[in-house]
């Protein structure tokens, strides 16, 4: 799909910047309610990631394993969620949320983008149980599927939700699959190379996770948004409306 295409079919906010993993800091913890409370405080489109539970519900977690954020070690796929509610906590006090929870929360008020966590090969029962917590949305324009797992982007395209296939510089045997998607979400490093600038010239390109400012404008030229964290939202707002 062209680019002028997809950008029609999306929420404008989407090309103002995406906070990653909601807009957290030292304070507020990354994929936290609060962090996305945050974002949707300040306009923002956010970015999350789900993970399919033992029990079949959709948890947020960038990791598959909850050590780094709860200091508890446990696989979210080998626990059910009453597990994962009653023994595991973000370094805020809250529990992990449910995709559900964060629906209800945001009330389709801001864009988000789901990244969709395969974890052995569960591609096609992680797809399903999104089918069917997406399948009665009011506005699809306000939300984004992306994922490394092309078979999982594939399942979800019968929603009729823009998609991205992301693609990193360790796995990039799938560039080859990039016109099977509405678009790419690329690791920043990429844009460095001349397949993945050319391919933006006619295609719609987000980049991930821009930190600073020096890395932002030097893939500015390439890109129709950025997910960032650790900048001020209103600066990236200002590079991304100046480049239109």
């Not at 306000?142 to 395209?157: E, N, T």
């Not at 993945?196 to 991930?208: A, D, E, G, L, R």
Request: proline share 4%.
């Amino acid at each position: 799909m062209k680019k002028e295409e997809v950008i029609k079919r999306i929420d404008p906010r989407y090309l103002n910047g995406i906070c990653h993993r909601g807009f957290h800091n030292d304070h507020i913890p990354e994929n936290s309610l609060e962090a996305f409370k945050e974002a949707i405080k300040i306009n923002s489109a956010f970015e999350f990631d789900i993970h399919l539970t033992l029990d079949n519900e959709l948890v947020i977690s960038h990791d598959p394993n909850l050590l780094r954020m709860t200091g508890k070690d446990g696989n979210i796929e080998e626990l059910t969620l009453k597990e994962i509610k009653d023994n595991y906590r973000l370094p805020n006090g809250e529990c992990l949320p449910t995709l559900r929870e964060i629906l209800d929360c945001n009330q389709e008020r801001v864009p988000i983008v789901i990244e969709v966590k395969v974890v052995n090969k569960n591609y096609k029962a992680i797809s399903k149980r999104l089918i069917e917590e997406l399948k009665d949305i009011k506005d699809k324009s306000k939300y984004m599927i992306i994922s490394f797992d092309p078979r999982a982007l594939l399942k979800v395209k019968k929603l009729g939700i823009v998609n991205s296939l992301l693609i990193c510089k360790e796995h990039q045997f799938t560039f080859k699959l990039r016109y099977d998607f509405d678009g790419l979400d690329l690791e920043y490093l990429l844009l460095k190379e001349k397949a993945y600038q050319k391919y933006s010239k006619k295609h719609f390109v987000n980049v991930w996770t821009i930190e600073n400012e020096q890395d932002f404008k030097e893939v500015l030229p390439y890109v129709d948004t950025v997910t960032y964290q650790f900048i001020e939202p209103e600066y990236v707002k200002d590079l991304l409306l100046n480049k239109k």
